[in-house]
Structure formats: structure tokens, C-alpha cells
């Protein structure tokens, strides 16, 4: 019913920039909440946004509050995540997802939709 691609990965410093876009296929009316998560070598997947796809509302992980944003353009069927200040650390496997939870969007099992993902690598 959903498909998500993610893209706009990649290689970056400390302290950069980068823009991550999931481009949403959705087969029928119904709209969705839409979540970012985060994946590194190693470690469990980890939350970091998420955002009410009618009511814009966002929710971010401590560890990227401040610096990352979560943003819509239901026009395009497109969510992004603006990543700021990028840090070592975040570098993972980033996930978009669709589900039907905003109170949970922080739980992964909540969402029934995911991408394949995009590398980001952050470079000291």
C-alpha cells in the first residue's frame, strides 16, 4: 500500500549539513505519521523524529533536538529531515516510516511501512 524511498545520503564533516528526502508512494487515500530512525553498526535501530502527517506536529530524540527538523510537503508526498551540526556519532542507516501513530511514532513496532534506507556518514 506504501512505498518509501530514501535518498540524499552521504559523506559529510563534522559540523555540516545534509538534507534527507523519503519520497512516499501511497496507493490509497489515507495519509500517515512519518518517522525518522537510525540504524549504526552494531546497535539497535534508534528513534529520531517523527511527524504528525495532518496536524504537523513534530517529536525529536534528545540526542538530535536543536539540530535536526523534520518537515512535509504533502504536494510532493515527500518528508524530509534537515540534519545540522552533524556530529560523528550520527552517522548511520536512516529510515523513513509510515504508520498510524503519533503518541508512539518513537516505537519502531508502531510503524507498518519502511524504506531500504541511505547511508550518512559523518567524518572528524
Known amino acids: 500500500q506504501v512505498q518509501l524511498v530514501e535518498s540524499g545520503g552521504g559523506l559529510v564533516q563534522a559540523g555540516g549539513s545534509l538534507r534527507l528526502s523519503c519520497a512516499a508512494s501511497v496507493r490509497t487515500r489515507s495519509t500517515y505519521t512519518m518517522g525518522w530512525f537510525r540504524q549504526a553498526p552494531g546497535k539497535e535501530r534508534e528513534f529520531v523524529a517523527v511527524?504528525?502527517?495532518?496536524?504537523?506536529?513534530?517529536y525529536y530524540a534528545d540526542s538530535v533536538k536543536g539540530r535536526f527538523t523534520i518537515s512535509r510537503d504533502n504536494t510532493k508526498n515527500t518528508v524530509y529531515l534537515q540534519m545540522n551540526s552533524l556530529k560523528p556519532e550520527d552517522t548511520a542507516v536512516y529510515y523513513c516510516?509510515?504508520?498510524?501513530?503519533?503518541?508512539?511514532?518513537?516505537?519502531?513496532?508502531?510503524?507498518?511501512?519502511w524504506g531500504q534506507g541511505t547511508q550518512v556518514t559523518v567524518s572528524s
Open positions: 511527524i504528525n502527517w495532518n496536524g504537523g506536529s513534530t
Open positions: 516510516a509510515a504508520g498510524n501513530s503519533y503518541d508512539y511514532g518513537y516505537l519502531a513496532s508502531k510503524y507498518n511501512y
